[in-house]
């Protein structure tokens, strides 16, 4: 799995209410990567991202921007070993 990398993002912003989740998994499935997101109850949105390097590029890249009517206004992110998640999924808020 040296080829995989894992992300894992907090997203700060106007992300909440703005289908930010449902956009994420949706551009997850294209580009092909694994993990998973979830509203977190202080107003940011939590994700892992694994896959390729250049894959999981491209989604710390969309988070920037974000989907229609979100307003981005910090990402915080940090590298951990990939885990081999099977799929990307939408998690309950915590």
Known sequence: ???????????????????FRAHTEAMALHAGVQ?????????????????SPAAVEAMLRWCQQGSPGSVVEAIEQRSEPPEGLPTFEIRPTV
């Open 1 to 19: 799995m040296s080829d995989r990398v894992r992300v894992h993002v907090w997203i700060r912003g106007r992300v909440q209410g703005v289908g």
């Open 35 to 51: 993990g998973w997101v979830r509203n977190l109850r202080d107003g940011r949105v939590e994700a892992v991202f694994e896959g």
